[in-house]
């Protein structure tokens, strides 16, 4: 009897963590009532790299000058035991990131700013758990971008570059969506991009999405060798050059968040 109900507590502790687990790191993709200005992590916890490589990878050739300050990789990368970064992807992660600062850098912004305080972790499989299709998510809340395989085989990393243009627009409290669908001329209360002004299916009835692509194409056809990616359901009406150079008028236009 007493051992039963031992067994029977220790059961009902251990569905409890794994419930609280499980509901706390789940990605999450839009959180609408989540703050869009996060405070940055307090302190960032000691990590072990699963691999020497990985490990050598993150000290030796990760930390671009314009990327990491004093807190090294740390502030980027999450590593977790047996996770599974390869050393070519976090040099592609290394380069989105340098491509991106130096971008926002570029248009009188501090690209650094905007995005410190996000990490990224990687999540084995080609998929997201959770998020069926899905091959990269960012969390505002937690300001973890979650990374599957997928992320950085396709599309030249289009996807990596589409979760920071999320972050972009969270940080700066969606001044970068809401300037670009006035500009167009989409429907808001319907959540509806304009016609000819969306690349991949999800962003046809997602302003947020539609953005975060525009900002990932923006990015690699100017700073990526004029890359233009096509998807499934992508229309033929889609008009590239619009879309890029609204998007570099709406940047234009941001304020620096306060
Ligand atoms: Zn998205």
Known sequence: MVKFSIGFIALLVSLFISNYLTVKHQPVSHPKNAL??????DSIEPVTPASSQVADALEQSFCAPQICGEAGWQQWIIVTPGDSWQTDE???LRDILTTVIDALDQQGLDGRSLLSGYRFQRQQGEYIIGHPGRVAVVNHTTQEITLADASFKRLRGFYIFHELGHVIDWRTER?????FHIMVGSDQTQ???????WLNQAAEHDLEE????????????NYGGDYRPVFAHTPVTTDYEGITRTFSTSLKQMALPQ
């Not at 539609?210 to 056809?221: E, G, H, K, R, T």
């Open 36 to 41: 869009a200005m996060a405070a940055e992590p």
């Open 191 to 197: 959540s509806a991009t304009a016609d000819g002004y």
């Open 210 to 221: 539609a953005v975060a692509d525009a900002f990932a194409l923006w990015i690699m056809s």
């Open 175 to 179: 001044q970068l969506s809401t300037a």
């Open 90 to 92: 976090l040099i592609l």
